[in-house]
């Protein structure tokens, strides 16, 4: 009986720790601009996160400025970014600096309502991308 218990004692925090790992959201650190849920990258605000293929990967440019940037806002960055990890730095043509993840600027898509949405991807011939860590 009392091996019994143990293996029950035992048992409930493994099944606890099991039940938090197979969760489908990672935290990310304070200063990170973005999480992972369900193997895409989110913003601050929940919604999903997108590339652009016209962008160059690596360029610290970004390619979607005006109207593009309407429909499909960039991850703003503040004003002192630290980069960190695979997060880097975009300057757009207005000043402005946005978060890019592996060389590529991360956007949101205008038409995504909701957390969870993924609207977005294949846009325009399939140059719109989910992000993904």
């Known amino acids: 009986m009392i091996a019994m218990k143990k293996t029950t ?4 925090p493994a099944l606890a720790l099991a039940a938090l790992l197979a ?3 990672t935290t990310p650190a304070p200063d990170m601009p973005t999480r992972t849920v369900d193997g895409v990258l989110i913003g601050p ?14 360029s610290g440019k970004s390619m979607c400025n005006a109207q593009c940037a309407t429909n499909w806002p960039p991850l703003m960055a503040p004003a002192n970014p630290k980069p960190m990890g695979g997060y880097t730095i975009v300057m757009r043509d ?3 600096k946005q978060w890019a993840y592996n060389g ?3 956007y949101y898509w205008s038409k995504d309502a909701k957390p ?14 989910v992000a993904r860590p």
């Open 94 to 96: 207005d000043g402005s």
């Open 116 to 129: 969870g949405d993924r609207t977005g991807e294949g846009m325009l011939n399939g140059a719109w991308k």
């Open 104 to 106: 590529w600027p991360l």
């Open 9 to 12: 004692l035992i048992g409930v």
């Open 45 to 58: 605000n929940g919604k999903t996160l997108y590339t652009f293929a016209r962008d160059a990967q690596n």
């Open 23 to 25: 969760g489908c959201a």
